[in-house]
């Protein structure tokens, strides 16, 4: 496997993918989520407005096209926005303007001083770096008793595996991201090195979405998949998670 190479391929693949959508960045929102797989960000969100404010330094990791930077620009928190796709960078510029900071960086190596951010948040970024070199520079930038927030997919479940590496297959991922996929041990590693505020997760049952859905309709099939998750230990099957670490000494 060769990882370099694979993070050369996955950058040309977001560089192709922002100068398709050039302008349109504006019309992501919580709605453009399929509503079976909306609950994870909207847990993601509340947790982001419950630790950010207007005086808060928050660093958006791997922002893609800024999916998800709508609500910490809402916000008004002191802003900067990365990516490794500096036209996706460019796409949020656009969007966004003076209301945030941008800056084109790979997340294994952070073009940021020691102790620079109240907050750290990123949403499904952790298999496109070493797990080790993410984790420490994410704390590296942390002030003291500063905050992690993250949404991401979990890799336990066999069926979300195998559909992972079916994108593989068709071209639609790199053998290296899929192989980096989060996971149990992962969320373990990151205990290691931080507090764990929260957890929590979703999906279990999301895969029976094509089986279920046609028969009881995708909203009442959305509420089954949220009921199933909250009243059923789902942590081994589950298909999302949403986690909030600290960086305090234990």
Request: net charge positive; with cysteine.
């Amino acid at each position: 496997m060769n990882y370099q190479k694979d993070k050369e391929i996955e950058k040309k693949r977001y560089n192709s993918r922002a100068l398709k959508v050039s302008n349109s960045i504006k019309t992501f929102s919580i709605k453009s989520i399929p509503k079976f797989l909306r609950k994870p960000y909207e847990i993601y969100y509340k947790r982001l407005k419950q630790n950010i404010n207007e005086n808060t330094s928050v660093l958006e990791l791997a922002a893609g096209m800024g999916e998800h930077t709508r609500t910490l620009v809402n916000i008004g928190a002191d802003l900067t926005v990365t990516d490794i796709s500096k036209e996706s960078i460019k796409n949020i510029k656009r969007a966004y303007g003076n209301k945030l900071v941008t800056k084109v960086a790979d997340i294994e190596n952070l073009p940021f001083k020691d102790d620079s951010f109240d907050v750290v948040c990123c949403a499904g970024s952790l298999s496109y770096g070493s797990h080790f070199k993410v984790r420490d520079e994410i704390y590296r930038v942390l002030k003291k008793d500063g905050i992690f927030i993250c949404v991401d997919s979990l890799g336990n479940n066999i069926i979300y595996r195998l559909n992972r590496y079916f994108n593989y297959l068709i071209g639609k991922r790199t053998k290296s991201v899929i192989k980096r996929a989060p996971s149990l041990n992962l969320l373990k590693l990151y205990e290691e090195k931080f507090n764990c505020e929260k957890i929590n997760f979703f999906g279990s049952i999301t895969w029976l979405k094509p089986i279920i859905s046609p028969i009881i309709g995708i909203n009442s099939f959305s509420k089954l998949s949220d009921w199933f998750d909250k009243f059923f230990n789902i942590k081994k099957s589950a298909f999302k998670f949403v986690i909030v670490l600290i960086k305090s000494k234990k």
